[in-house]
């Protein structure tokens, strides 16, 4: 990764922290986040999908912590979980067809297949970020290069959103 590419990665999620602070101090935001009251569990859904990306990330955290405050929150944190298996999967689904094409990831797959507990710590590390409000991209890359498979990768992160969005949505 070019350091020009890991700077404009940084100032995406630093400008979605910004846009998710403005919601929550702005009475503009305020208003906005309380309209989606009419929506329902359908929030829950919109949350889900924002809760995994790196710009909005932040966002889906203050949208998937006013859900709680209206709506049964172990249903709505198993909609929003869905919501974001629908973005991991096309993330994992790009990352996937990134290692097919470049040899140099291959031997990424190929270290930590050597080096066993590594392995383990990755895949730990990749499923507490999945879990996490951090944006799922860098842990859907561990978990695809120490070999996770689409079957083993769905059930993982539907859990562990709904999980994480539970403790958000109990938190707050």
């Given amino acids: 990764m070019t350091t020009r590419l890991r700077l404009t990665s940084i100032g995406v999620f630093v400008l979605g922290v910004v846009v998710a602070v403005l919601l929550v101090r702005l009475p503009v935001g305020h208003s906005l986040v309380n309209r989606l009251d009419n929506w329902g569990y359908l929030t829950a859904l919109v949350g889900g999908l924002l809760y995994t990306t790196s710009f909005t990330s932040a966002t889906g955290t203050v949208v998937l912590a006013h859900v709680g405050e209206g709506l049964n929150p172990v ?29 140099a990831l291959h031997r990424l797959v190929d270290f930590f297949h050597r080096h066993r507990r590594l392995r383990w710590t990755a895949a730990l590390s990749g499923a507490l970020i999945i879990a996490s409000p951090l944006p799922d991209e860098l842990g859907i890359a561990l978990l695809d290069g120490v070999g996770a498979t689409r079957r083993g990768f769905i059930p993982l992160s539907f859990g562990l959103n709904t999980l994480g969005i ?7």
């Fill in 166 to 172: 539970l403790a958000i949505i109990g938190l707050f």
């Fill in 75 to 103: 249903l709505a944190a198993v909609i929003g979980g869905l919501g974001s298996l629908l973005y991991d999967l096309i993330i994992f689904t790009v990352f996937a067809r990134q290692f097919e094409r470049r040899p």
